[in-house]
């Protein structure tokens, strides 16, 4: 993982191509993404970069109950064997809606050629979903119909730099032992936290857990600050939590505020606060901040011993789902 952490930048150079029957869902100004885990967080990137349209991701089986025919689908699964996301291609088809599939191969490629689907084929490189968000954006965009945001990834991808924030992911990293990571941000940069969260729960092995400003002074906040943090030392049954604050000056002046005021009051129950500002725009801001979450959670599973690409939990619980035989 180390070296796919390296080579993200190599994704924004990949030009998307879509293949099969397009249909009518170009101009789509409702777009329904339907994708599980990693596969579907670039929708969150989506949504900030094309605020002019409705972006739905759904995260289940079949369709949301309010889709309309109008509106574009895309099915999204990194391995195309995801059972949720066959599903709800499954529904889109019968259901004559506008769908276009965005995978690497499996039983979703398959059925695209078969029904004569539109498609994308990601580049298979042996890496995971969470780290092919630049290949799975670069694909929706190409899906709406965004040259213009197409362009300015290429351009992004010849200068960014991951290696740029892996010493600031080693100490953070350091910080984490033993502490529950919980990223907060504003609700415009939700899509980050949650990428956060994946990365760390996925590659770093450790539960983690998002929410956004200013809603988590409303209800969430009360639960931590009514306990305070455990005692040095203390681990069973305390709450150990770790808040990683993602700021960012474009933020509304409120937003700001409660930002500083919530981490004053965290720190004043002794909690453990990191800040880290979201600089610069569109993808700079997204993954320059993910490739710090990359390196936080590829270090945090080598500190304590686990592989970073390890999904086989996942893939147990796969089998133990499966339909049994008639």
Not at 225 to 231: E, H, K, R, S, V
């Amino acid at each position: 993982m180390f070296e796919s952490i390296r080579k993200v930048k190599e994704q924004f150079l990949w030009e998307p191509e879509l293949r099969g029957d397009r249909g009518q869902g170009l101009g789509a100004r409702k777009i329904i993404v339907c994708g599980m885990g990693g596969s579907n967080v670039a929708s969150g990137f989506l949504e900030m970069l094309r605020p002019d349209l409705e972006i739905v991701a759904h995260r289940s089986y079949g369709l949301p109950a309010n889709a309309k025919k109008g509106d574009l689908i895309i099915i999204s699964s990194y391995s195309g064997n995801t059972e949720e996301a066959l599903d709800s291609f499954e529904k889109a088809v019968n259901g004559g809606f506008n769908a276009v599939a965005i995978t690497t191969g499996g039983k979703l490629l398959e059925l695209a050629k078969e029904k004569n689907i539109s498609y994308f084929q990601i580049p298979e490189t042996g890496i995971q979903p969470r780290m092919a968000l630049g290949f799975s954006l670069l694909a929706m965009l190409k899906a709406v119909g965004d040259e213009e945001n197409l362009k300015k990834a290429r351009e992004f991808g010849e200068k960014f730099s991951p290696d740029k924030s892996e010493k600031e992911g080693i100490g953070l990293a350091e910080k984490l032992a033993g502490k529950i990571p919980v990223i907060y941000s504003s609700w415009n940069n939700k899509a980050i936290a949650y990428a956060w969260k994946v990365k760390l729960s996925e590659t770093g092995k450790v539960p983690a857990f998002s929410n956004v400003f200013s809603e988590l002074n409303h209800s969430e906040m009360i639960g931590f600050l009514a306990q305070g943090a455990a005692p040095e030392g203390v681990c069973g049954g305390a709450i150990n939590p770790h808040f990683i604050f993602l700021k960012d000056s474009q933020d509304h002046s409120r937003i700001q505020k409660r930002m500083e005021i919530t981490e004053a009051m965290f720190k004043e129950k002794r909690f453990a606060v990191d800040a880290f500002n979201l600089a610069g725009e569109s993808f700079e801001k997204i993954f320059n901040s993910l490739a710090l979450a990359d390196w936080v959670s590829y270090n945090l599973a080598k500190n304590s011993g686990f592989d970073p690409e390890d999904s086989s939990i996942i893939e147990e619980f796969k089998e133990k789902i499966k339909p049994l035989s008639p």
